[in-house]
């Protein structure tokens, strides 16, 4: 069933609707739109909430792997200084046993350098003895021993061998071997100093190989 309207249009009876039954279904949309925007609202506070408690883990998870880190690199650092000092030792050992090993093998020929020494200074002293006469052959052959000689001293230097000074310089234990003392031949020479030299000593770096047998003034 139709019926006009107030400007004439016709309109159907069936979709009519009172104020108070539209004011209703207002009604019943604000609440609908309110449940769904508290529904949104709720699901955007939990997706807040799984974000935060996401980035909390992996803040979490980044501070386990940068201590992680730390205490690696720490460890790392002291096995570094270990394996330093480590090979530092083992540097000096190795040094110690060739320098010991050294001094062994050229002890001995300090006695051999001795008796060059002691062969060239007992033909000087022959020849300045009066009346001596020496002839060509000697003279070739004592050049021949200084030769040998100078040529053995200058392969000992070269292996780190060096002679010990010892006259006219303050006796040092660590240096000198004492085997008598005289007294001062005059008052500027002071008590302590040696006086003369009776078998030169040598030494290899700071290693001695031989002290040095002195006579020190009283």
Not at 54 to 71: K, M, T
Not at 207 to 217: G, N
Request: no cysteine.
């Amino acid at each position: 069933m139709s019926k006009k309207s107030a400007n004439g249009i016709e309109a159907d009876a069936s979709v009519e609707f009172s104020v108070e039954e539209l004011e209703g279904m207002a009604a019943d949309m604000v609440e609908a739109v309110e449940e769904t925007v508290g529904g949104l609202e709720e699901a955007v506070d939990d997706m807040e909430n799984a974000v935060e408690k996401e980035e909390g883990d992996a803040f979490a998870a980044v501070a386990q792997i940068q201590q992680a880190l730390v205490e690696t690199q720490d460890q790392l650092l002291r096995q570094a200084a270990e394996f330093q000092n480590f090979r530092r030792r083992k540097d000096k050992e190795l040094e110690q046993r060739l320098t010991n090993n050294k001094a062994r093998m050229l002890t001995p020929f300090l006695d051999v350098l001795d008796d060059f020494r002691r062969s060239l200074e007992a033909a000087t002293q022959e020849e300045a003895k009066e009346g001596t006469e020496t002839g060509p052959s000697y003279q070739a052959l004592k050049t021949g021993v200084e030769m040998v000689y100078q040529k053995f001293s200058d392969e000992l230097k070269k292996l780190g061998v060096e002679a010990i000074e010892a006259e006219g310089l303050p006796f040092d234990e660590n240096l000198h071997e004492a085997l008598m003392q005289q007294p001062a031949p005059d008052d500027d020479t002071p008590s302590g100093t040696v006086l003369q030299e009776l078998q030169r000593g040598y030494r290899l770096g700071e290693r001695v190989l031989r002290h040095t047998k002195v006579i020190v003034a009283q």
